[in-house]
């Protein structure tokens, strides 16, 4: 049974930094695609950004150069540190563990308001 559970969503100021964690209970997280989603309030949820177990990186056009995943297969997380954030980035964030089946968390808020 593999559980992600989110951390380090809040309210931050355009142009501000939040750095979002995801601890993942379960042997397959070494093995695994992580990857960060969200989803805005009215819109569908949208891939933010992925990394393979081999340290392959993907992201959303829509925020390279500002946002970083990163992962420590070692104490089975992944992280989003967001720099530069915007309002537009505003939305509730999942973690997720492309395993036989996808796994989702429960998702963290994320405000950036002025």
């Known amino acids: 049974q593999v559980q992600l559970v989110e951390s380090g969503g809040g309210l931050v100021q355009p142009g501000g930094s939040l750095r979002l964690s995801c601890a993942a209970s379960?042997?397959?997280?070494?093995?695994?695609?992580m990857g960060w989603y969200r989803q805005a309030p009215g819109k569908q949820r949208e891939l933010v950004a992925t990394?393979?177990?081999?340290?392959?990186?993907n992201y959303a056009d829509s925020v390279k150069g500002r946002f970083t995943i990163s992962r420590d297969n070692a104490k089975n997380t992944v992280d989003l540190q967001m720099n530069s954030l915007k309002p537009e980035d505003t939305a509730v964030y999942y973690c997720n563990l492309r395993g036989p089946v996808a796994y989702w968390g429960q998702g963290t808020q994320v405000t950036v308001s002025s």
């Open positions: 379960g042997s397959i997280f070494r093995i695994s695609t």
């Open positions: 990394i393979t177990s081999g340290g392959y990186l």
